[in-house]
């Protein structure tokens, strides 16, 4: 069993940047995918970026070029980098993990995250 909490989120303007933490605690974290997503009022939730064990990343078109994503081993978190920031990045932030990649991706992962509020005024 995989606890995953996130943090990070708050109040920003427009072009400034911020970075969300995803803290895993049992399980064997390193071994999985994970992924974030985002869901703002009134919209389905989106993917925005995952990262597999080995570090290797993939990106929505909406942030490519802004967000990054990283993970520490060590620490069992994954950080996810947000530049630029935009109003219609405003949304909850919400951390995912499964040992499947296609799983984390597709928004189906077995562990999830309650999630963190990023708000960016104009």
């Known amino acids: 069993q995989v606890q995953l909490v996130e943090s990070g989120g708050r109040l920003v303007q427009a072009g400034d940047s911020l970075r969300l933490s995803c803290a895993a605690s049992?399980?064997?974290?390193?071994?999985?995918?994970v992924g974030w997503f985002r869901q703002a009022p009134g919209k389905d939730r989106e993917f925005v970026a995952t990262?597999?064990?080995?570090?290797?990343?993939t990106f929505s078109d909406s942030v490519k070029g802004r967000f990054s994503i990283s993970r520490d081993h060590a620490r069992n978190t994954v950080s996810l980098q947000m530049n630029n920031l935009k109003p219609e990045d405003t949304a909850v932030y919400y951390c995912?993990?499964?040992?499947?990649?296609?799983?984390?991706?597709?928004?189906?992962?077995?562990?999830w995250g309650q999630g963190t509020q990023v708000t960016v005024s104009s």
């Open positions: 995912t993990a499964d040992p499947n990649f296609d799983r984390v991706i597709a928004g189906t992962g077995v562990y």
């Open positions: 049992g399980g064997t974290f390193s071994l999985y995918a």
């Open positions: 990262i597999t064990w080995s570090g290797g990343s």
